[in-house]
Structure formats: C-alpha cells, structure tokens
T-cell receptor, first 115, second 110 residues
C-alpha cells in the first residue's frame, strides 16, 4: 500500500468557518507534510511532522493549525481563512529523513475554496 | 537559501520527438527527485537520484544528476501524447525539506 489518503477532496468554506483537512497513510512512514499549491505554481512547504513532533513550520499564519494525533494521521485545522488561501492542499509522507531514500508520496489533495 | 529553477517553463513538442528538461539548483544537495503532475491531480514520483552521475530510466523518460554542476536533466525520447503533464524537480534542502522547481508544462501534440 503506497497510498496517502486525503479527505475531503473538495471544500468550500466561508471566512468565518472552522474546518479540518485530514490525511492518512499506512506505509509506516514517520515523516508527514502539508504543502500548499496555487494554480500553475509548484507546491510550497507549510509544515513537517517527524515522529509526531512538529519539525518545520514555514512561517505559516496561525489561521492554519496542524496536528499529528498519531504516526498515521495528519490534520490541518482551518479558521478565519482569507480568499487568497484558496488552493490545492497536498499531504505527503516519507519513510524518515534519516534513511537513504526519503522520497515523498503525495495524496490526491484537497481543493479548498474560501468564499 | 536553496533556489531551484527549471527550463523551459513551457514545452510544446510533436509526438516522436526528443527533448530535455533542465533543473538547476543553487546550493549543494545530496538528493533530487522528479515528479509528474496531471492537471488538478496529485504528484506522482518518477525518479529518485541520490548520487553524482546517477542515471535512472523508465520507459521514454531518463533522468540524470550532476551534483558538481548542480544540474539534473529529464530526457524525453520519442514523446507520446500520454506524457503531457507538468514535471517538477525537487531538491532536498535538509532532512525533511524539499524545494520544488518552477515546473515544466509539457504538451505533446499528435
């Protein structure tokens, strides 16, 4: 199983709403990532969790709040977003940064629209 | 700060032709990856390049890495329509950080 599963696939939310994006993997990977991708642009790293601890926060606004409840799950909590936050949010996982191969496997993404 | 550039940004080519996509990066790195992305879809891993001189081939695609020149190439042989997609290189900038290139949008015309 080399799958990273993200839910929901599409999400429309108002600027006052609170919502969460979910990501799950069962490959035994210990590093999990959130990326944001705007149309026709490369993915931009937001957060990295390693062994369920936050390792990297790329100065992401606090209206995005990540959570890693266990080694298989990664959430991204959203609150008071702005229309410019509309994008494709991609979750990824990799074995472990310390191994010889740290290829990241990506989920299908959540297409988020903020209205 | 690591910067990763690809060229060309856009590539329109005829079926059956050959072409090369270039990925240049600004600081030393020991890992480079190539991904493919279809419109509105996720990223599919194509190649993992871990050492200077590494060459990997899969079907009509071949990737290589020159760490001294900080350059990777993705060569397309006898292109077919199914190869139409956006191709990204990604360079490791630390244990968990991958910096993606600007992307190359490839369109193969029948």
């Amino acid at each position: 199983d080399t799958e990273v599963t993200q839910t929901p696939k599409h999400l429309v939310m108002g600027m006052t709403n609170k919502k969460s994006l979910k990501c799950e993997q069962h490959m035994g990977h210990r590093a999990m990532y959130w990326y944001k991708q705007k149309a026709k642009k490369p993915p931009e790293l937001m957060f990295v969790y390693s062994y369920e601890k936050l390792s990297i926060n790329e100065s992401v606004p606090s209206r995005f709040s990540p959570e890693c409840p266990n080694s298989s799950l990664l959430n991204l909590h959203l609150h008071a977003l702005q229309p410019e936050d509309s994008a494709l949010y991609l979750c990824a996982s990799s074995q472990d940064g310390r191994g010889p191969v740290t290829e990241a496997f990506f989920g299908q993404g959540t297409r988020l629209t903020v209205v | 700060e690591l910067k990763v550039e690809q060229n060309p940004l856009f590539l329109s080519m005829q079926e059956g032709k050959n072409y090369t996509i270039y990925c240049n990066y600004s600081t030393t790195s020991d890992r480079l990856y190539w991904y493919r992305q279809d419109p509105g879809k996720s990223l599919e891993s194509l190649f993992v390049l871990l050492s200077n001189g590494a060459v990997k081939q899969e079907g009509r695609l071949m990737a290589s890495l020159d760490t001294k020149a900080r350059l990777s190439t993705l060569h397309i042989t006898a292109a077919v329509h199914d190869l139409s997609a956006t191709y990204f290189c990604a360079v490791a900038a630390g244990t968990y950080k991958y910096i993606f290139g600007t992307g190359t949008r490839l369109k193969v015309l029948a």
